[in-house]
DNA sequence: GACATATGATCTGCCAGACAACACATATCG
DNA sequence: CGATATGTGTTGTCTGGCAGATCATATGTC
């Protein structure tokens, strides 16, 4: 039941290089379609997915840096962890070295719900960009890791810091 | 696939294959705040300059074509518009062949606005991947392009779903 | 033509999430 | 010690997404 091509007539031939808004954001809102699919079950679907994987892999020792780091509210990111623990997914530890912080770690089951998801999440990942050959997803996906990396490490705004000014003022007329 | 360390900044030390929801949504986070500054003045921000976009280059025929072009709610489409008529930038007006249906139409403000806005969006833009060099750019551009054309055509939402016409889900994040 | 159904636009109501402001505990620095 | 900054949680507000209803019109079927 392939869907007729021609149904979205407006198609792609009038797509220009100045749609990069609209292809970014194409992109991601398939994306999350494809992944809020396969993370159903997940509190608060990709956003608690994407939590716990940060959780599982990356080092962000307090829950505002998680937040930052995700671009997520902290004020939600308090919500959003509740429900996490209450599924058994995390654990809120103290801090050893910081009596404020609590330290977000994975439960044994977050970890291997984790695993299964993850390899889940990557085939609908492929899926979503299975225009492209393997090669060029790898060229994408290096791409795109590079972009994002540069921009944390140029722009560390998260939301609910003081806003920090890009480097746009050039921009501006 | 190691994470390649090749991007020697610290911070980016831990990031791997897995996390392209995230340089997606950190791309995407980022070029809608470099954007967001540009087109402050239009209404609705980026939202409000991508509709104008589509209205003058775009060939999309009604309302609810805008809305789902552009992966905003059909009931937000409407006050949408109506701030862009106030501000005029745009008319609508009815459709020659479907009494149903408004054509959104835009003013001469609306396409010397737009002329203006797009030169400072793309320069937006380009700060946004400044990590890349200029060819890598545009292999981004393009690769991004043929993804989001991609998806428009043909629809996969990953798990073998049925083909939808356009599921948008909520992209903020 | 009569009828049923589908579509475009709008409005209403509900709810999740972004955001700001505040409170509290604690860390850091002078 | 005092001042300031930071981490977390709470409250309230506001925007936007989303479902549903309504109305006008188009389309397809008999």
Same mark, same amino acid.
């Given at each position: ?99 404020? +912080?609590?330290?977000? $770690?994975?439960?044994?089951?977050? %970890?291997?719900? #984790?695993?299964? !998801?993850? /390899? &889940? *999440?990557?085939?609908?990942?492929? +899926?979503?960009?299975? $225009?492209?050959?393997?090669?060029? %997803?790898?060229? #994408?996906?290096? !791409?795109? /890791? &590079? *972009? ?17 000014? #890009?480097?746009?003022?050039?921009? &501006?007329?």
């Amino acid at each position: 039941m392939a869907t007729n091509p021609e149904t979205t007539h407006e198609r792609c031939r009038a797509r220009r290089e100045g749609d990069f808004g609209w292809h970014v954001g194409t992109l991601l809102r398939a994306y999350e379609a494809a992944v809020a699919e396969v993370v159903a079950d997940v509190p608060h679907g990709s956003r608690g997915y994407q939590v716990l994987d940060v959780v599982v892999h990356g080092d962000q020792p307090t829950q505002v840096a998680l937040a930052a780091h995700l671009g997520i509210d902290r004020t939600v990111m308090t919500y959003l962890i509740d429900d996490l623990v209450e599924a058994d997914l995390v654990l809120r530890e103290q801090s050893p070295t910081d009596r404020r +912080a609590r330290r977000v $770690v994975a439960t044994a089951s977050g %970890r291997t719900t #984790l695993a299964e !998801l993850e /390899r &889940r *999440v990557r085939a609908a990942e492929d +899926a979503t960009m299975g $225009v492209l050959a393997p090669d060029e %997803r790898e060229v #994408l996906r290096g !791409l795109l /890791r &590079r *972009v994002a990396c540069g921009l944390r490490d140029i722009d560390l705004t998260g939301t609910g810091g003081p806003p920090v000014e #890009l480097p746009m003022a050039a921009v &501006r007329s």
